[in-house]
């Protein structure tokens, strides 16, 4: 399989707990982008990656969020201290850099969170 | 500020039928506007790009920059089309998506 892929699928976890997850993108692409989503709504950007270098972080991606991607490939998205409303699915999407034009994003299945 | 609204959550329409999703934006400079699909238990997937002007499975989207508009359209609807969709821009140059929060599209036999 050659799309991007997410582990794990899913994670339940207690409130206090950190946890990581892991995004493989596709392998030429060298942009790679992390969203949440909630219930009702659409994605929202967290943190965004060209090669290994983190260019852009949201809002939303408070001080216990942080995110990697050592060496231009795989990524882990890694929250500390979980709170109930961090429980969402995490997305992971990659896309190819051609100079001059904005490229398709190819999205990773997701890692669902539950914060008890 | 940049925003994309969708101001269905949920369009109903029989087979055969046209539909037509509705999407607008507001956005300073010149985006990229999207469409992106989530069939059931799938991951989401790019439908169409305006800057692309094609049909993909029979589905169209004309850019409207007067009204700020990007509405999703199909002439005859099949049961195959039942799923979520959603609309995005681009405006920066990081190329990272503004979502709306989605029209779920039921087409039903």
């Known amino acids: 399989d050659t799309g991007v892929s997410q582990d794990p699928r899913h994670k339940i976890t207690k409130r206090g707990q950190n946890v990581t997850f892991r995004c493989d993108p596709i392998s030429e692409h060298n942009r790679l982008y992390w969203y949440r989503q909630t219930l009702g709504q659409g994605p929202e950007f967290l943190t965004y990656f060209q090669n290994e270098a983190q260019l852009e972080k949201s809002r939303l991606l408070s001080d216990r969020f942080s995110a990697e991607r050592p060496k231009g490939s795989f990524s882990t998205l890694e929250i500390q201290r979980t709170e109930q409303g961090d429980s969402a699915m995490y997305l992971c999407?990659?896309?190819?850099?051609?100079?001059?034009?904005?490229?398709?994003?190819?999205f990773g299945p997701g890692t669902r969170l539950t914060v008890l | 500020a940049q925003r994309v609204t969708q101001p269905e959550k949920l369009l109903s329409v029989f087979k055969g039928a046209p539909v037509e999703l509705k999407c607008n934006y507001s956005?300073?400079?010149?985006?990229?506007l999207f469409w992106y699909v989530q069939y059931s238990r799938q991951r989401l997937q790019l439908l169409l790009r305006?800057?692309s002007r094609e049909s993909i499975k029979g589905f169209t989207a004309d850019l409207n920059k007067g009204e700020t508009s990007f509405h999703l359209k199909k002439p005859f609807a099949q049961e195959e089309d039942s799923a979520m969709y959603y609309c995005a821009l681009s405006g920066g140059s990081q190329g990272n998506l503004i979502f709306g929060k989605g029209t779920k599209l039921s087409v039903k036999p």
């Open positions: 956005y300073s400079g010149s985006p990229e």
């Open positions: 999407a990659s896309s190819p850099r051609l100079a001059g034009r904005i490229n398709t994003q190819y």
């Open positions: 305006h800057i």
